[in-house]
């Protein structure tokens, strides 16, 4: 399919028809992620079923909704649950609530994920600020005609991950007892974890945590001039560095553990930025 401006926008216009200001910063959740939405003060609901022209999420432990309301004195939109090619997405559909933030009026984005920590120095629990990524993958979310009105057919990405945003989170970071890095993500298109093997050779290739999402929805917003803000929680420890198995069960359960810390936090960057 062929999208086109007026296909997003008739997505942004349904919502802007259900919520009565423009949010200035957009909020996508990972997975474990989502207690971070109950903080959310005057929340306006959105299912992504109502929306025309949208994704449904399918990934387990993701609401599948759209949250409008005010965090830190801040009107935001929190996207409760993201979109994988995993779940049978081409890659060019997973620009499109990247590209619906942007028409909202967002002016940034904040997005987190669950990762496996790849960095033998990394323990579950803490926090990578992403400065770049790997995708080996052929695919991109930018194949196909371009969109002239949202950014050019060649894009920079020397600093989609924007440093002052990294700088700032890092100056947040003080005293919530949280361990932060600064690194780089590996992006694998799941839905399996990883092999040993691979994640040696990840290791090699400079990453230090993996993951199935974040990217696609980075680079889409470097392609509209958007503002990133990463972070991935380290959730387990990646495949071979530790002699046990991966479960999605370990995933959800250190994303329970740190959920009122990684909450508090992201409201300070919120309120900083």
Known sequence: MEYSFSFFQKSADYLKSRVPYTPEIGIILGSALGPFAQDIEDPICVNYSDIPNFLLSTAPGHAGKLIFGKIAGKYVVCMSGRFHSYEGYDFEQLVIPIRVL??????????????????????????????????????????????????????????????????????CAEGTGLTIHEGVYFFMTGPQFETPAEIRAIRILGGDT????????????????????ALSVVTNMAAGVLDQPLTEEEVSETGRMIATRFSSYMKKIVAAM
């Open 210 to 229: 993996v993951g199935m999402s974040t990217v696609t929805e980075a680079l889409t917003a470097a392609h509209c001039s958007l503002p990133v803000l």
């Open 102 to 171: 942007k028409l909202l009026g967002i002016k940034a984005v904040i997005l987190t994920n669950a990762a496996g920590g790849v960095n033998e120095s990394y323990r579950p629990g803490d926090i990578m600020l992403m400065k770049d990524h790997i995708k080996l993958t052929g695919a991109s979310p930018l194949r196909g005609k371009n969109v002239d009105e949202f950014g050019p057919r060649f894009f920079d990405t020397t600093t989609m991950y924007t440093p002052r945003l990294r700088a700032l989170a890092k100056e």
